[in-house]
């Protein structure tokens, strides 16, 4: 489910449309994206994104639908 949603999430957004996932989806997705990231770094360590991973990288992630904060 969680690569569905993002490649889901992708396409529509590339597509100019609006996109919204269910909160319980998004938590899902989000746990279970770095077992996906370890995956690729074990299964494929040479493929197009090898810069974006090593030292000082970091990815940030903000919650949309939290209210004013």
Not at 4 to 28: I, M, N, Q, S, Y
Not at 44 to 63: E, F, K, N, T
């Amino acid at each position: 489910m969680p690569e569905f949603t993002v490649h889901r999430a992708d396409a529509t957004l590339a597509a100019g449309l609006p996109r919204e996932v269910a909160p319980e989806v998004a938590a899902d997705t989000v746990h279970g994206w770095p077992r996906s990231v370890r995956h690729v770094r074990r299964t494929a360590p040479d493929d197009d994104v090898r810069d974006l991973r090593g030292p000082d990288r970091s990815i940030q992630l903000h919650a949309a639908d939290t209210g004013p904060e």
